[in-house]
């Protein structure tokens, strides 16, 4: 009894190793990683997505701020993430300038540090500028991002002055934006024609106190369909006034006009940080502008809303170039390197297929998976990965990924069959072996020629060398010639896939002959 029960213990262990070594044991683990030492890659798509520091030193990817870009309407945008300062609108050219770039930001990588020197930077407008064009502008807004380090009285962030003839009278006009007593004040003098007022002069002043070392954004907008200039500090309205014959919603509305074409300057004895500094016109109505086309102009209401966010709330994502493996290559797990703050979050998706050239946007199906749990039923020669970063609801906080480890299996090379017999006949070779014992073989493909290890046969019927001869044991080799000499071999093909062909058997050989002899 005692022998018996050993003999089955021994044979259940032997079944056991052989399942294991023709399933697993000779599949090769390999890992791909992305980000890390290596860095990113190119991405076929990558939507909001941006670069930053991510842990232990590596780049990561984050989403990219909401910083402003060049529309239809833009007429100056600064946002410093080049070397040198430049309008990116290509609008206005820098005359002077004692800003300096550097790496603390609250949009992009990068904002202008101005030391307070009493020069800033000044910038002339080509014709066709708000600034470098005579007359009424129509709608507009002004906006930044400003960090002061002191807000103390008098430091100025925006200045514009010029004149204007009327009936041979010199008006005097100004546009100014400084720090008072704490508060940040707009004054308009003299801009809007036939508005006598206060002698002509519209104050803006903010109701919040400027807080020192804070990044705030700051934006000023002039409609000019209902004379509305309002005055707002993160999404907050801080001032508002209506440059009307009623001094409000209804009334005429008093023009801007504005006179010979003049440098405008930007912090001017100021000493902080400005970031994403825009100009913006024809907020109200453009005639000139693509209508069916609303993706490549600013709307007076987008830049109104109540809240300004650092992050879009739609989040980004980015899709990686599809990466080829080896036939049958079997996705495993994913893990990754990442931080993830709270009401913030990252989803993976990853599909795979044998030919990326068929592929559409929704072929193959993605599949979502969760860094650091297996992931079944995802095999392929090439896989593609994707991933959605979320912010969190206040548009505040951003998730990042310093490292995706992607682990997958190559699969096994099936066994060879065993015991090849080679028996010549008249104008044949009948080939017989063993059935691969490996379960992931399909089939077998025969090997000839008439030099040993130099399969490179040509002549059969059934086809050139190799021919394949399906999930059988035996087959018969015709149209060979009668006493020549035929050498064979037999290799598995994997049920993964016809191209993973294990090593070959033992050769054999064989030289066909007639029955005549």
């Given at each position: 009894?005692?022998?018996?029960?050993?003999?089955?213990?021994?044979?259940?262990?032997?079944?056991?190793?052989?399942?294991?070594?023709?399933?697993?044991?000779?599949?090769?683990?390999?890992?791909?990683?992305?980000?890390?030492?290596?860095?990113?890659?190119?991405?076929?798509?990558?939507?909001?997505?941006?670069?930053?520091?991510?842990?232990?030193?590596?780049?990561?990817?984050?989403?990219?701020?909401?910083?402003?870009?060049?529309?239809?309407?833009?007429?100056?945008?600064?946002?410093?993430?080049?070397?040198?300062?430049?309008?990116?609108?290509?609008?206005?050219?820098?005359?002077?300038?004692?800003?300096?770039?550097?790496?603390?930001?609250?949009?992009?990588?990068?904002?202008?540090?101005?030391?307070?020197?009493?020069?800033?930077?000044?910038?002339?407008?080509?014709?066709?500028?708000?600034?470098?064009?005579?007359?009424?502008?129509?709608?507009?807004?002004?906006?930044?991002?400003?960090?002061?380090?002191?807000?103390?009285?008098?430091?100025?962030?925006?200045?514009?002055?010029?004149?204007?003839?009327?009936?041979?009278?010199?008006?005097?006009?100004?546009?100014?934006?400084?720090?008072?007593?704490?508060?940040?004040?707009?004054?308009?003098?003299?801009?809007?024609?036939?508005?006598?007022?206060?002698?002509?002069?519209?104050?803006?002043?903010?109701?919040?106190?400027?807080?020192?070392?804070?990044?705030?954004?700051?934006?000023?907008?002039?409609?000019?369909?209902?004379?509305?200039?309002?005055?707002?500090?993160?999404?907050?309205?801080?001032?508002?006034?209506?440059?009307?014959?009623?001094?409000?919603?209804?009334?005429?509305?008093?023009?801007?006009?504005?006179?010979?074409?003049?440098?405008?300057?930007l912090c001017k004895f100021f000493t902080g940080c400005i970031d994403d500094?825009?100009?913006?016109?024809?907020?109200?109505?453009?005639?000139?502008?693509?209508?069916?086309?609303?993706?490549?102009?600013?709307?007076?209401?987008?830049?109104?809303?109540?809240?300004?966010?650092?992050?879009?709330?739609?989040?980004?994502?980015?899709?990686?170039?599809?990466?080829?493996?080896?036939?049958?290559?079997?996705?495993?797990?994913?893990?990754?390197?990442?931080?993830?703050?709270?009401?913030?979050?990252?989803?993976?998706?990853?599909?795979?297929?044998?030919?990326?050239?068929?592929?559409?946007?929704?072929?193959?199906?993605?599949?979502?998976?969760?860094?650091?749990?297996?992931?079944?039923?995802?095999?392929?020669?090439?896989?593609?990965?994707?991933?959605?970063?979320?912010?969190?609801?206040?548009?505040?906080?951003?998730?990042?990924?310093?490292?995706?480890?992607?682990?997958?299996?190559?699969?096994?090379?099936?066994?060879?069959?065993?015991?090849?017999?080679?028996?010549?006949?008249?104008?044949?070779?009948?080939?017989?072996?063993?059935?691969?014992?490996?379960?992931?073989?399909?089939?077998?493909?025969?090997?000839?020629?008439?030099?040993?290890?130099?399969?490179?046969?040509?002549?059969?019927?059934?086809?050139?060398?190799?021919?394949?001869?399906?999930?059988?044991?035996?087959?018969?080799?015709?149209?060979?010639?009668?006493g020549a000499i035929y050498y064979f071999a037999i290799a598995t093909y994997s049920k993964y896939d016809k191209k993973i062909v294990g090593n070959?058997?033992?050769?054999?050989?064989?030289?066909?002959?007639?029955?005549?002899?």
């Amino acid at each position: 009894m005692k022998n018996s029960y050993t003999k089955k213990i021994h044979g259940l262990l032997c079944f056991c190793l052989v399942f294991f070594l023709t399933n697993f044991g000779f599949a090769e683990e390999k890992t791909l990683i992305l980000g890390g030492e290596k860095g990113w890659p190119q991405f076929s798509e990558k939507v909001s997505i941006s670069t930053g520091k991510g842990r232990f030193g590596y780049t990561s990817i984050e989403l990219d701020t909401n910083s402003r870009k060049v529309n239809y309407n833009s007429d100056l945008l600064l946002n410093f993430e080049k070397n040198s300062i430049t309008d990116e609108c290509s609008n206005y050219i820098i005359k002077s300038n004692d800003l300096v770039i550097i790496d603390k930001s609250i949009m992009g990588k990068y904002s202008g540090l101005s030391r307070g020197r009493g020069q800033g930077i000044t910038l002339t407008g080509k014709p066709g500028t708000i600034f470098g064009t005579e007359g009424n502008p129509g709608s507009f807004a002004i906006e930044f991002w400003l960090k002061p380090s002191v807000a103390e009285n008098g430091e100025v962030v925006f200045f514009w002055s010029s004149s204007r003839l009327i009936s041979d009278y010199v008006l005097y006009q100004m546009i100014s934006a400084s720090f008072v007593d704490g508060h940040f004040e707009w004054i308009f003098k003299n801009i809007f024609d036939g508005y006598i007022n206060n002698r002509g002069e519209v104050l803006l002043k903010s109701y919040s106190v400027v807080v020192p070392e804070k990044w705030a954004h700051h934006v000023l907008m002039y409609n000019e369909e209902t004379g509305l200039i309002e005055y707002k500090i993160d999404g907050k309205t801080e001032d508002l006034k209506y440059i009307t014959s009623t001094n409000r919603e209804r009334g005429t509305v008093y023009q801007p006009v504005l006179g010979l074409p003049n440098d405008i300057t930007l912090c001017k004895f100021f000493t902080g940080c400005i970031d994403d500094f825009r100009i913006i016109h024809s907020l109200a109505n453009n005639q000139n502008w693509n209508k069916q086309d609303n993706s490549n102009f600013e709307s007076f209401q987008s830049i109104s809303n109540e809240k300004y966010d650092n992050y879009k709330v739609t989040g980004g994502k980015f899709v990686t170039q599809p990466i080829i493996t080896v036939p049958g290559a079997i996705i495993k797990r994913l893990d990754t390197i990442q931080s993830v703050p709270s009401q913030t979050e990252i989803r993976y998706y990853i599909r795979t297929g044998d030919n990326f050239y068929e592929w559409t946007d929704t072929f193959p199906k993605w599949k979502e998976v969760i860094p650091g749990q297996p992931i079944e039923n995802v095999s392929g020669r090439y896989f593609q990965l994707a991933c959605e970063l979320y912010p969190d609801g206040n548009g505040v906080k951003s998730p990042s990924i310093s490292q995706i480890e992607i682990t997958y299996y190559e699969p096994s090379l099936p066994l060879p069959p065993s015991r090849v017999k080679a028996i010549a006949g008249n104008g044949y070779v009948d080939l017989v072996w063993n059935y691969s014992l490996d379960e992931s073989s399909a089939g077998y493909y025969v090997y000839y020629g008439t030099r040993p290890g130099e399969y490179l046969g040509q002549i059969a019927i059934n086809g050139a060398s190799p021919i394949d001869v399906g999930n059988i044991n035996s087959v018969r080799i015709n149209g060979l010639k009668n006493g020549a000499i035929y050498y064979f071999a037999i290799a598995t093909y994997s049920k993964y896939d016809k191209k993973i062909v294990g090593n070959f058997s033992e050769e054999v050989f064989a030289r066909p002959k007639s029955k005549n002899y």
